[in-house]
């Protein structure tokens, strides 16, 4: 593999690549690296490589002529494979290093100053790359990066045992922790002293034991610390066994009627709709979560809930079932399916000991709100911190919806967590408990 890079700061290339893996791999001929500097192609007196912008501002761009010239001798004829460095660039990922390695000839090219001419671009380069949102003083120490990580996908570069069966299992998971020597390291950490051991599993010396606890490391680390990365991994039947089962099928959503607020500020109890009651039943069913709970004081409102309930699953379970006679096996299984996810209760309180009951464990309480104050002792989350925290989490969750003008924080300490607001585009934020409530789980939870 040949790497060419076109700086006008060779001085910052050479040295960098004379020790480790890559500089053993350029003493062995597995890579070779050579620097073309603009500075060689010019012809005036000052040998200059930089010139004015047009339209003004602070800085210079780089001098065409020379770039061009330089860039041409590094690619040869056909061109090689030309990258820029820039922020502007696609970011890097570890598959486009992957696939560059396959390329025999790359060509990178740093800009100085403000940049680059954009004809340059558009005439000289085949692909723009960025190694980060960050801005560096030129293009080199990301030349730098391409060529140690390229350069690891070489063979003979990397020691044999080195990486790859691991790294391609592992891919897209953040590594596990590594240990060595001694067993136990004392230490104090901001005047806290710290005696910390080395994991008992890793001295088990049952390998197999010691690999499934490595790779459950990764997962509960990237669902913790990257969930970017989390939500595209494809996990496997092992994988999935050591973690808690899908977070939606175990949240719950609950409609509060009461403790709720009025427009004055006053806690009152709502009224029940039949808007609300059918379409968060058909939201819960499309994001395929647990239940859904309508909670209120008022018997009367409970009974037309499971009244309507009851007829709108009827319905679905008919319709579900091809219009096929009342009464057949899979209307009935059908219905009593979907009368487990409409459920009524007089207050959250009995919501929490129901699913405290049913799970064994108490729910993991969840608020919502369109006030940014309200709930001040339960932390805020967005959607996605949300999901990574309960993903790991093993209660089920329970997610609190109010009617009316809110939730009557203050009379609901079992709340831990509050979903910030769903923020519309302009300043009048109405939306209805079921266009939030469908908002809320599409972001958890929609794909
Ligand atoms: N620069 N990823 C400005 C970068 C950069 C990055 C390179 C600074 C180009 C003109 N390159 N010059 N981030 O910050 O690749």
């Not at 590594?175 to 599993?201: D, F, H, I, M, S």
Request: proline share 7%; with cysteine; glycine share 8%.
């Amino acid at each position: 593999m040949k790497f060419s890079v076109v700086t006008i700061l060779p001085e910052l290339i050479e040295p960098a690549l004379t020790a480790g893996v890559v500089g053993r791999a350029r003493e062995a001929g597995t890579i070779t690296v050579e620097t073309v500097n603009p500075r060689d192609f010019t012809t005036d007196r000052h040998r200059s490589v930089d010139d004015n912008p047009y339209g003004g501002g602070p800085g210079m761009v780089m001098k065409v002529e020379p770039l061009l010239a330089a860039i041409g001798k590094a690619a040869g004829d056909p061109p090689a494979h030309r990258i820029f460095l820039s922020p502007a660039g696609t970011p890097l990922t570890q598959a486009r290093v992957k696939a560059l390695a396959a390329l025999p000839h790359l060509v990178l090219v740093c800009g100085r100053y403000e940049g680059i001419d954009q004809r340059v671009v558009e005439l000289a380069i085949d692909e723009e790359l960025s190694i980060g949102d960050y801005v560096l003083s030129g293009g080199e120490l990301g030349a730098l990066v391409i060529i140690d990580a390229v350069s690891r996908f070489i063979p003979g570069v990397l020691g044999e045992a080195t990486s790859t069966d691991d790294e391609s299992h592992a891919a897209g998971m953040l590594e596990y922790p590594q240990y060595t020597r001694p067993p136990t390291l004392t230490g104090t950490k901001n005047g806290e002293p710290l005696e910390l051991t080395v994991p008992a599993v890793l001295s088990s010396g049952n390998h197999a034991v010691i690999a499934a606890w490595r790779r459950s490391q990764s997962i509960l680390r990237t669902a913790q610390r990257r969930p970017d990365l989390f939500a595209k991994a494809t996990l496997s039947k092992a994988d999935r066994k050591g973690l808690p089962p899908s977070l939606r099928e175990r949240t719950h959503l609950a409609l509060v009627h009461h403790p709720c607020t009025d427009r004055t500020g006053k806690i009152v109890t709502t009224s029940l709709t039949n808007f609300d009651i059918h379409d968060l039943a058909r939201s819960t069913m499309t994001y395929g979560l647990a239940a859904y709970h309508i909670v209120t004081p008022i018997t009367a409102h409970r009974e037309k809930a499971a009244h309507i309930a009851t007829l709108w699953l009827e319905d679905e379970a008919n319709r579900e079932a091809g219009g096929a006679p009342r009464k057949s096996k899979a209307t009935e299984a059908s219905r009593a399916n979907a009368l487990r996810l409409v459920r009524t209760a007089d207050s959250v309180e009995a919501v929490l000991a129901e699913l405290t009951a049913e799970y064994g464990t108490e729910p993991f309480v969840v608020g919502t709100s369109a006030r940014p104050e309200s709930f001040p002792s339960a932390p805020r989350r967005s959607p996605s911190e949300l999901l990574a925290e309960a993903s790991l989490d093993p209660r089920p969750m329970l997610l609190l919806l109010g009617t009316g003008w809110g939730l009557a924080d203050a009379l609901i300490p079992s709340v831990s967590r509050v979903l910030a607001p769903i923020e519309g585009a302009s300043d009048w934020n109405h939306l209805s408990v079921r266009s939030a409530g469908a908002i809320l789980l599409d972001r958890l939870f929609g794909r």
